[in-house]
């Protein structure tokens, strides 16, 4: 069963710190998305890419956040200066197509700690 | 911005026993997934319903999508341990649009 890769699992990092996390969506999907989860909460979108360009951005996706899929096969979301809200699940997924009938695949999240 | 509220919150209940769980909106969805979420993982897909009173099947877990397509139900038939998870609905208004996830359900089975 082909899968979304995350790394890494885990990561901690100070405050005002820059991060990026990585992704390998599943090779022969098109569209990316970026979603992250504060424990114990709702699943949030953050941002949808597709044909080399962002579709759609959630209201937490601001200035300091960016996406970048810099090769054919990697997927990275960026954080520019990290704050203490940011510590959540960061999960990446693709889909095919766009269509009602798809849905995702997530990979298993990477976990940012800001201290 | 499209809600969705999932009920109940919490739910625990002994291996082999039936359960329901619901999944409401005041907006319509074009389509709606249902996914299973285990601690430190990803979401995985259930099952996705785009028609309006569609009913899916999947072993012992029955899907419906209502007929206004502003709802949902997931039911669970003689459920084992491994069932226990955090059972999540998402829904998306129009093509192309982005899945919005609700709250979720926490269920635990208890042998």
């Known amino acids: 069963e082909p899968e979304v890769t995350q790394t890494p699992s885990h990561q901690v990092t100070q405050m005002g710190q820059e991060v990026i996390l990585r992704c390998v969506p599943i090779?022969?999907?098109?569209?990316f998305y970026w979603y992250r989860q504060i424990l114990g909460q709702k699943v949030e979108f953050l941002v949808s890419?597709?044909?080399?360009?962002?579709s759609e951005k959630s209201e937490i996706f601001d200035d300091q956040f960016s996406v970048e899929r810099p090769d054919g096969s990697n997927f990275t979301l960026k954080i520019r200066s990290t704050k203490l809200e940011d510590s959540a699940m960061y999960f990446c997924?693709?889909?095919?197509?766009?269509?009602w009938g798809y849905g995702y695949t997530f990979g298993s999240g990477t976990r940012l700690t800001v201290v | 911005t499209q809600l969705l509220e999932q009920s109940p919150q919490f739910l625990s209940i002994q291996e082999g026993e039936n359960l329901t769980v619901y999944c409401n909106s005041s907006s319509v969805f074009s389509s709606l997934q249902w996914y299973r979420q285990e601690p430190g993982e990803g979401p995985v897909l259930l099952v996705t319903v785009v028609t309006g009173g569609e009913v899916k099947k999947l072993k012992r877990l029955t899907f419906q999508f209502g007929d206004a397509r502003k709802d949902s139900s997931l039911h669970i038939t003689a459920a084992q341990p491994g069932d226990t998870g955090l059972y999540l609905c998402a829904g998306a208004g129009n093509y192309g649009q982005n899945f919005v996830f609700g709250p979720g359900t926490r269920l635990s089975v208890l042998p």
């Open positions: 997924a693709s889909r095919k197509t766009g269509g």
């Open positions: 090779s022969n999907h098109l569209y």
């Open positions: 890419f597709y044909n080399n360009e962002i």
